[in-house]
């Protein structure tokens, strides 16, 4: 049986959540040999729950997991967020038809209650996708969110100094907040393995099943933290596009 199990989530320094994992069965071929995982939010996340925490790193594999007909194991998880799951996966199943979406999350449930602000926040690469979600929400004055680890890798710290203080600057001209982020995520799968899982609907991983769902899943501690009631993502452009 395909099953990964959550082992361990731990704080560390105050503002870095570390995720052990196990991974047995056929489908360990699609992970990395590292089983420790980490994000690191560059804010005090002391206070977040486990059960909120753990968001993140289960939205990052749950497409793999569905798509391999794999368990997922964890203790505690958001209520909110398990409660709506089955709707996730049947938003992909609509957009792909030709591929099982089997696998399944087994985890407690947690009511975690916390406070609602009102605010909103967006993920803001610099690119025109981003502005314009950025442009669309201003007079909302949302505070900008950007990941060190997905489109600039880790190990790149010039590419993230550069990226960053341009981010910043925005932040700064608009009188938002901004939050970076620093994640190992994209280490985690081995995106080649899962592009022949899914062939035949003419997608790769990345693009047409981890991207969304790993990125805006980053925000849950920082939700839970700052209140927001929304996160905005760019939708860039639709299935229908051609060039």
């Known amino acids: 049986m395909n099953q990964i199990r959550i082992d361990d989530i731990r704080i560390e320094n105050g503002t870095r959540v570390l995720f052990e994992y196990t991974v047995t069965g056929d489908w360990e071929v699609c992970f990395t040999s590292q089983r420790v995982s980490f994000i690191d939010y560059f804010t005090d996340i002391s206070e ?48 792909y038809p030709m591929i099982d979406f089997r696998g399944k999350l087994v985890a407690d449930s947690e009511n975690v209650i916390s406070k609602r602000d009102g605010g909103s926040a967006c993920f803001f690469s610099g690119g025109l996708d981003a502005n314009t979600t950025l442009l669309r929400h201003i007079e909302e004055r949302p505070a900008l969110i950007s990941i060190w680890g997905s489109d600039i890798k880790v190990t790149n710290e010039q590419g993230w100094k550069t990226a960053s203080e341009h981010i910043r600057l925005t932040a700064d ?14 280490n985690v799968l081995v995106e080649g393995e899962l592009d022949k899982h899914i062939r035949e609907t003419g997608d790769k991983w990345w693009h047409g099943f981890q991207n969304s769902i790993a990125i805006i899943s980053h925000a849950a501690p920082l939700a839970y933290i700052e209140g927001w009631d929304k996160v905005y993502i760019a939708s860039s452009f639709s299935a229908a596009y051609t060039v």
């Open 48 to 95: 977040v729950p486990k059960a909120v925490l753990a968001v993140p790193f289960i939205c990052n594999i749950l497409p793999a997991a569905w798509v391999c007909d794999a368990v997922i194991e964890a203790d505690k998880v958001d209520s909110d967020f398990l409660d709506h799951v089955e709707e996730i996966k049947n938003g992909y199943k609509t957009m």
């Open 173 to 186: 001209k608009n009188n938002v907040k901004f939050y970076p982020i620093k994640s190992d995520f994209r």
